[in-house]
């Protein structure tokens, strides 16, 4: 007789942090302070090489490619590009400005399809019970104020790429003004990262959380059940008993 095995551990999910460093924080370093000693070409080539690994990494181990490596890829190309190519400073603050608008635009489009981004970035399995809160939704039969509230939602997170993608144009318009491809200009390169991050980084997470807490709010009242009972680790912990 065959023995029952239990099934494999699920893969780990990447840690955003790490993720977040490994994809887009190491290759702006680079692409600041590689240039100097490996050239315009090396220091892109070696800033790409942290996006493009992490998105393999991820292709083998989950057969999908996460957002983030994306934005990494995309996000080093343009920047190293505009340095290699020289091109007006202006440039940089459009591409600044381009990633979350685009991405904000993508959440507002999804909206009127059957799966706004809402729920794959806020409102997913990896916060929210969300098979047990749908099952509360179809008992209570406030599944439609329930969808109102994540519509609602999906617009205020729009709206945070928006702040984002506004606050990353001035921002990058106000400090990087030399010639691209200067030492002057990657000194500016570096002090807009550093300051991205307690200017427009703070405040978009702060919004997140807005978001986040007010559809916890919303579906506590829909659903009857108490906020522990919604998250995921409150499920996990009821499967692993």
């Not at 240039?35 to 070696?46: D, F, H, P």
């Not at 459009?94 to 729920?119: C, D, F, Q, W």
């Not at 030399?178 to 200009?185: E, L, N, R, V, Y």
């Amino acid at each position: 007789m065959p023995v029952n095995q239990p099934p494999p551990p699920a893969a780990a999910k990447p840690n955003p942090f790490v993720e977040l460093i490994v994809t887009i924080v190491v290759p702006a370093v680079i692409l600041m302070q590689g240039s100097k000693t490996l050239g315009a070409v090396g220091a892109l080539l070696l800033a790409l090489a942290f996006p493009l690994a992490w998105a393999v990494r991820g292709f083998v181990r989950e057969r999908k490619v996460g957002l983030m490596p994306v934005l990494g890829i995309v996000s080093t190309l343009l920047t190293g590009g505009i340095g290699l190519f020289k091109l007006d400073p202006q440039w940089l603050a459009v591409k600044e400005a381009a990633v979350p608008g685009l991405i904000g635009l993508a959440v507002l489009g999804s909206m009127y399809t059957r799966y706004p981004l809402v729920r794959v970035l806020v409102f997913n399995r990896q916060i929210f019970d969300v098979d047990r809160i749908q099952q509360a939704l179809t008992l209570r039969g406030t599944q439609v104020p329930f969808e109102l509230r994540l519509r609602r939602g999906t617009l205020l997170l729009a709206g945070t790429f928006f702040f984002s993608a506004v606050m990353n144009y001035f921002l990058a318009r106000w400090i990087v003004n030399s010639p691209a491809g200067s030492d002057a200009f990657n000194a500016e390169l570096g002090r807009l990262t550093l300051l991205s991050y307690p200017i427009i980084a703070l405040p978009s997470m702060a919004m997140m959380v807005g978001i986040l807490y007010d559809l916890a709010r919303g579906a506590r009242a829909l659903t009857g059940l108490t906020l522990e009972q919604m998250l995921h680790a409150e499920a996990a912990a009821r499967d692993k008993a």
